[in-house]
């Protein structure tokens, strides 16, 4: 975790974020790094109907109280050995958030995972999925109640011989759970979910029964040979990690995991 010395903490005063606020002075006191209190000003739904001067007065009172809202709480961080900076800008959230990563070259964003209904919205909110997405620095989303220590962590990796973009994320998603797990004496869990190609449409071809399991047990041994070969590249043998190999839908397999096995880190990668 120590290659993280520039952390953008987005913050809302709409939302309780402790746990975030926490996690984002910790790691920059751990890292002797520096850490910018970032806001995002949504522009009003009715300031159109204003003139452009008394639009600009609106908008220009509304950033001073937000940036005075940010001095309040940074004068309340215990900040004496830490360098602590306040930004606050008007746009479309997660827009002005990658923009200020690649102006500032911040190496992490942490930002609090959004209540709104949905299906992964529901889990990570609007903004935060476009960030994994779309943002060119690793993002921590901390879920608002997340206030105890991380007891179990669940890297998520996909290693493939016919991706290298993609296969090139796994090494540092598990140093990243590794080092997390680390320092906070916590269970490693990693998970790989696997599936045949086009299983659907070879059960429906002309393939025989025989052909077809044949094709999936080779199919799991390349997995299972993949996924063997990331865990001998980042040694993680001393955190003796429970190790998941399954087979079927990585959209429903991670979240029940999750689930089931009471994770409090998620540690996963997008290309």
């Not at 903490?9 to 002075?25: F, G, Y």
């Not at 590794?178 to 449409?201: C, D, P, Q, S």
Request: proline share 5%; net charge negative.
């Amino acid at each position: 975790m120590q290659r993280f010395k520039n952390i953008l903490l987005v913050l809302n005063p709409e939302v309780q974020e402790t746990a975030a606020v926490d996690k984002a002075v910790s790691l920059t006191r751990q890292n002797g790094g520096r850490l910018t209190l970032f806001s995002v000003l949504k522009k009003p739904p009715g300031i159109q109907g204003y003139s452009e001067s008394v639009a600009q007065d609106q908008l220009a009172s509304a950033v001073a109280e937000r940036r005075e809202w940010l001095r309040g709480l940074m004068t309340s961080l215990p900040q004496h050995d830490i360098d602590v900076v306040i930004n606050v800008v008007e746009g479309t959230p997660f827009l002005e958030i990658i923009r200020r990563v690649l102006l500032e070259q911040h190496d992490l964003v942490i930002t609090t995972a959004e209540e709104i209904k949905g299906i992964r919205e529901r889990v990570f909110g609007a903004t935060s999925m476009h960030l994994m997405r779309k943002c060119p620095c690793p993002v921590w989303v901390v879920k608002r109640a997340q206030t105890r220590p991380y007891a179990r962590i669940l890297a998520a990796v996909d290693p493939s011989v016919y991706d290298p973009k993609r296969d090139s994320l796994n090494p540092l998603i598990l140093q990243l759970a590794a080092t997390m797990a680390r320092k906070e004496a916590a269970e490693l869990h990693v998970i790989h979910v696997w599936n045949l190609f086009g299983e659907r449409y070879l059960r429906n071809s002309v393939m025989s029964e025989e052909d077809f399991q044949e094709a999936k047990a080779y199919e799991q041994e390349q997995h299972k040979l993949h996924f063997y070969t990331l865990l001998n590249r980042v040694d993680v043998t001393d955190l003796k990690p429970h190790l998941h190999l399954v087979e079927g839908d990585p959209d429903e397999y991670i979240p029940e995991l999750v689930s089931e096995l009471g994770i409090d880190l998620l540690i996963m990668g997008s290309v």
